[in-house]
């Protein structure tokens, strides 16, 4: 049961017991390493939108911007992954006139809305060049733009 040590028992934890912890603890480690997204992913920024884009967009669907399209432009500012600007273009019958916006830049994707909620857009970005979909007052668009020198 025990080993004698000088007058005394000595006693020992069960060599179960012991690795039972040490599994424990290492599933509470593994759990807590998988609860949250990666921050390094959150805070990737490959690109740089800061300039101003000039491009179009084609709509379908039955609202204001619906079955129409042409031309559009966004002026960028970029701070780290987040960006802010201006919108206008034949955008305007949807949003009024040169409105300002603000998105976010994670990885080679620019994510964007207006700030008075009627234009939304997701793009590629590669180098000059962005494409990519988005919505104007609840219809699809698809987007292209071209960064200008």
């Known amino acids: 049961m025990g080993n004698k040590v000088s007058g005394g028992m000595k006693r020992r934890a069960p060599r179960g017991r012991i690795t039972g912890w040490l599994a424990i ?6 759990a807590a390493g998988c609860a949250r ?8 920024v490959t690109v740089d939108v800061t300039g ?4 179009s967009f084609s ?19 970029q701070s780290g992954t987040k960006v802010t600007g201006q919108l206008s273009g ?3 019958s949807v949003v009024g ?16 809305h ?30 292209t733009l071209r960064r200008g020198r």
């Open 59 to 77: 709509s379908s669907g039955t609202g204001t911007a619906s079955g129409g399209g042409g031309p559009v432009e966004l002026t960028l500012q």
């Open 114 to 143: 207006d700030l008075r909620g009627g234009v939304t857009g997701a793009v590629q970005v590669s180098g000059d060049e962005m494409n990519g979909s988005g919505t104007a007052r609840e219809n699809s668009t698809t987007i």
């Open 37 to 44: 997204p990666d921050w390094i992913e959150q805070t990737l």
């Open 97 to 112: 006139g040169r409105v300002p916006i603000e998105g976010t830049v994670n990885g080679d994707m620019f994510r964007f």
């Open 52 to 55: 101003v884009w000039r491009g």
């Open 90 to 92: 034949s955008l305007n």
């Open 25 to 30: 603890g290492c599933l509470v480690l593994a």
